[in-house]
């Protein structure tokens, strides 16, 4: 009888431990994680109790070893809590973090865990392996699924090559083929719930990419170890011809995987305001930071240095980044670029190209309070990073690394590799041809801002960066951190008269669209795109945006829609700056001022012309004065903008 009992009880936990669910809510209860382990280890996700994503599977397969996450056997299971403050060193968005999250962690036999953390804003987990001896991951599995209709801003992919510079198709998730991929950011709409999928903690790893799977799922992929890669004839500087391994990675058998992030919410403005990538990224690093300085920067490349008005011939010449840096120095912006053609050629990187004095730019930037940041090729810096050791005894300030557009495990190395060193050499970095912030400038914050965006420099060869992009843009690559835009164009045409010159591009949208573009995008390098000598002409315009700054204190969402328009308020110290951009719809939106504290305030204001649909550098600057009780109704026209600095009297 007691041998009988004995096997009973047996079955029992076997069927127990075969088939066993956890719960996790948000912190506010919101958001409500179920986890099942049977064959698989599956996860679902309800936002208010309705379910948003479903059966989701998760895996990592390593080479020579049972897939982690197969046939699972629960060990053990800790779940906590956390409420602390994060202080970032570079303050993007906020200069307080609240990070407040729920945790179940799970050990499973066979030294691996799998840790799954709820917030009131998302969901995240990721894989963590505890093995004496390096391992080769063949794949990691991610297949999403989503109850109800789901609407999908894809931002779809033709290369694993590739500058993460897309646009964001807008389609029903469920005629998605299987053939199509995307790079990440991506957003869903599932039954008016947003679910953004990104990642974050991403080191000594391949970044992640997703599919289709003709049943309103995504699935993860990823792109393979790179084994050899050789330069592209006719490209040599810049393009390369990958030999792939049939596996993503070899790393350290004794480590976590990045986290796998999802933020939802049903409230188009928490999309803006969220920070849950920095909250799940790595800590600080580096231990000197003081000499961080976030600022904006006179650059060159957009408006191929079509300065005028001067004694000497504009080009790629000392004479011409000298008038840069006075152009920089009158309006107080930080830094000067010196972007592609300073150096000898673009794989001689140590050498200047004979019209050129970093030197001597470097001297006379000092004297202006003007910093010199060198534009190079990932390629030649990757070869020799004492480079960066050379650019500092020259005094440069920063690097804006170039051409990058890779995302395997050895390209995920090079920025770390690039971050860590410049860090030393106290130099900035801007990683420009590049992927989406994945969290390495928490822990290394002179990482300032990325491109991997489709920014103002394709105003130069297309009609792509419309105002409906632009409006896109904050809700969904932002999210995963800054984004070096490139605003500030002055040269300004509605739909009809814009057209496409390399050497002298225009906008498309109002003058005040670009303003505006100040406060919302968020990039703590911030460029000004025009030929300073517009700048010079347009004076009202440059001396507004001069004041904006490049972080914030507060960030507060006041009004938004995805892909529509955006209304936005920052503060830095005491005082507030407010952004709003329209796609091609005019609008109108109200501003209640209740968030500024008592007192008189006096707001500058750049607004729309009246005859933007004619002239779209039209617009209007007016101050007036304001209070917390105060409310106004603002006019945003077709393409338009709308931007303010309020200062307390």
Not at 70 to 75: D, E, P, Q, R
Not at 94 to 120: A, C, H, K, M, P
Not at 444 to 468: A, C, F, M, Q, R
Not at 510 to 518: N, S
Request: aromatic residues 12%; hydrophobic residues 40%; charged residues 20%.
């Amino acid at each position: 009888m007691k041998r009988v009992l004995f096997l009973l009880f047996i079955i029992v936990q076997a069927t127990f431990l075969s088939a066993q669910k956890y719960e996790l809510t948000s912190p506010e209860t919101g958001i409500k994680l179920l986890v099942n382990i049977k064959e698989d280890i599956s996860f679902s996700v309800l936002f208010k109790d309705e379910v948003i994503i479903e059966n989701s599977t998760i895996d990592l397969s390593l080479e020579g070893a049972h897939a982690l996450g197969k046939s699972a056997k629960v060990k053990s299971v800790i779940e906590s809590q956390s409420n602390s403050i994060l202080t970032p060193v570079i303050a993007q968005k906020l200069s307080i973090i609240s990070d407040v999250y729920n945790e179940l962690s799970i050990f499973f036999q066979g030294n691996y865990q799998v840790t799954f953390r709820v917030y009131d804003d998302g969901v995240a987990y990721r894989f963590s392996t505890s093995f004496k001896k390096n391992v080769i991951v063949s794949n990691e599995s991610l297949s999403l699924r989503f109850s109800g209709t789901t609407a999908c801003f894809f931002p779809e992919e033709s290369s694993m090559i590739s500058h993460y510079e897309r646009l964001y198709k807008q389609i029903k998730l469920d005629t998605l083929k299987e053939s199509a991929f995307c790079s990440l950011p991506v957003l869903m709409n599932v039954n008016d719930v947003h679910v953004l999928v990104t990642e974050s903690d991403v080191y000594d790893y391949p970044c992640m990419f997703m599919h289709g799977t003709n049943n309103n799922g995504l699935d993860a992929v990823f792109p393979n170890y790179v084994s050899e890669a050789k330069p592209m004839s006719g490209f040599e500087d810049r393009k390369q011809v990958l030999t792939s391994a049939s596996y993503i990675a070899k790393t350290s058998g004794t480590r976590d995987y990045p986290w796998r992030v999802m933020v939802i919410t049903n409230d188009d403005r928490q999309l803006v305001e969220s920070t849950l990538v920095y909250q799940l990224a790595s800590p600080l690093k580096i231990s000197d930071t003081d000499w961080i300085i976030p600022g904006k920067v006179a650059w060159d490349w957009y408006n191929a240095n079509n300065i005028y008005g001067v004694d000497f011939p504009a080009g790629i010449n000392t004479d011409t980044y000298k008038y840069y840096i006075d152009f920089a120095s009158e309006y107080g912006l930080e830094y000067v670029i010196l972007d592609e053609g300073w150096s000898k050629t673009t794989t001689q990187i140590q050498e200047c190209n004979p019209d050129i004095n970093v030197k001597e730019l470097v001297e006379y930037g000092k004297e202006k309070n003007v910093g010199i940041i060198l534009w190079t090729l990932w390629g030649p810096l990757d070869n020799d990073l004492s480079t960066l050791e050379l650019y500092e005894s020259w005094g440069v300030k920063g690097v804006k690394v170039d051409f990058m557009q890779r995302a395997d495990q050895y390209m995920v190395n090079f920025y770390e590799q690039v971050a860590k060193e410049a860090s030393k050499h106290h130099l900035l970095v801007d990683f420009h041809g590049s992927f989406k912030p994945s969290g390495l400038r928490r822990a290394y914050p002179n990482v300032l801002t990325y491109e991997g965006v489709k920014g103002n420099e394709n105003n130069k060869w297309s009609h792509d960066i419309t105002p409906e992009h632009n409006v896109t843009l904050p809700f969904i690559r932002m999210v995963a951190g800054p984004m070096d835009f490139t605003p500030g164009a002055l040269i300004n045409a509605t739909a009809d008269n814009h057209r496409i010159s390399f050497n002298r591009p225009m906008s498309l949208g109002t003058r005040c669209h670009q303003v505006a573009m100040y406060v919302v995008y968020e990039s703590p390098l911030q460029m000004l795109c025009e030929s300073p000598s517009t700048y010079y002409i347009e004076e009202t315009t440059t001396k507004f945006i001069s004041k904006i700054p490049t972080v914030w204190d507060e960030t507060i969402v006041l009004d938004a829609k995805v892909a529509d328009y955006i209304l936005i308020a920052r503060r830095k110290a005491d005082m507030w700056y407010i952004g709003a951009m329209t796609d091609w719809t005019p609008r109108e939106l109200e501003i209640d001022f209740s968030f500024l504290e008592k007192g008189t305030y006096t707001m500058e204001v750049m607004s729309d012309g009246l005859n933007t649909d004619r002239f779209a550098q039209d617009y209007t600057y007016k101050a007036m004065e304001i209070d917390n009780a105060s409310n106004k109704k603002i006019k945003l026209a077709s393409g338009g903008g709308w931007a303010a600095i309020i200062t307390k009297r």
